[in-house]
């Protein structure tokens, strides 16, 4: 994956598998978010014994911590399940206020043979960081991990609900089992290797109680793979992609970023990461959820992004909502046809529901696509035209989305 060309120091570069994260180390800011006193403890976890869930997939002396899951899990195992960390927030942040009577959410975390150590700091931290009354559950699909206990014994948790699939579905069809299941009127989407930070929820519900058709992500600090670090990320930085369909992160337009005259208003983002975000269940539902014939990993974000804006919404990243994700360089897990024949097929389909005339530069950035099966889209076109969509001139005339050679009017 090639980086972006910038010049903008202090910033440094950071690599995941889809995603290019800038890492801001220029923030001063001392304030620490620190775990729960000792006493709060139980009420966090209920019955649940926390030692004896992590002792039984503690790394052994000799293994690689690199090998399983792509990260140090030597370094996670050694952090434990609550530790301090930075509030990352511009410090006009911290004096917002928000409505008295939010709704609450379902948080659903999917997750195929994840570090216990990474995913129970992931569920502690929620209930650490949110008001009690916003988290109406916290939804974990198993999607088919090797061992049934990773999820089931995490049910002991209150607020902790585990489904496990029959069968490996990957992380777009197990969301939308989530989904469908959630009992909440808010739907928040969290990767299963993440630590929110301070006051991460109350900004997002407030935007989408506002409006119910708003998806909205929170910037997405870096936690790193080899030393687990919790690095901030920039806020001036919005969601791109380039014709073959890879995720990029872009530095904000000057003229949006000149029209923002507070640092804690949100940033209209043309296409989101789509690994965590918060959004209204019955404007899930309406959307038409997920492309359910993507398979595992890999496109879906686009799908969903050019859906939204096409289809009557909006997307926005929330600098006053952080969430800090370990990024990877390579995915610990295995696609039943391989990574690529499987990011081609769903990013095909993106391309011929979604982007109209515009689907020729997908193919000519990706010529590998062409002859490849990517299944009926029968289904989604229908959808398309049922919600009356817009064209994807429209959205790419609208959104002024990408810096790259070709233009509108070279179609």
Known sequence: MRL???????????????????????????????????????????????????VGKQLKPGDDPYREHAFNLQESDRLGS?????????????????????????????????????LLRTIKSVLMRSPPSLIQEIILIDDFSSDPEDCQLLSQIPKVRCLRN??????????????????????????????VNTDWLQPMIQRVKEDHTRVVSPIIDVISLDNFAYLAASADLRGGFDWSLHFKWEQIPIEQKMARSDPTQSIRTPVIAGGIFVMDKSW????????????????????????V??????????????????????????????????YIK???????VWMDEYKQYYYSARPSAQGKAFGSIADRLTLRRKLNCKPFRWYMENQSLLFMSTHVNDI
């Open 4 to 54: 972006l060309d910038v010049a903008l120091s202090p910033l440094t570069v950071i690599i995941d598998v889809a995603e290019e994260q800038f890492v801001d180390s220029s923030d001063g800011s001392e304030e620490v978010t620190q775990p729960p006193r000792t006493e709060q403890q139980g009420q966090l976890l209920g019955g649940f014994d926390e030692k004896a869930y992590l």
């Open 82 to 118: 609550e530790r301090a960390i930075r509030d990352t927030r511009h410090y006009r942040c911290a004096s917002l206020n928000y409505d008295t009577d939010l709704p609450a959410t379902s948080i659903i975390i999917t997750f195929h043979n994840e570090a216990r150590s990474t």
């Open 166 to 195: 029959g069968r490996r579905e990957g992380l777009i069809r197990s969301r939308v089992r989530g989904a469908n299941t959630a009992s909440a009127s808010i739907l928040t989407f969290l990767d299963s290797h993440c630590e």
């Open 284 to 307: 899930f539902n309406h959307l038409g959820q997920y492309d359910t014939h993507m398979d595992i990993w890999g496109g879906e974000n686009f799908e969903l992004s050019f859906r």
């Open 309 to 342: 804006w096409m289809c009557g919404g909006s997307l926005e990243i929330l600098p006053c909502s952080r969430v800090g994700h370990v990024f990877r360089k390579r995915h610990p897990y295995d696609f039943p046809e391989g990574n690529a024949l499987t």
């Open 346 to 352: 769903n990013t095909r389909r993106a391309a011929e």
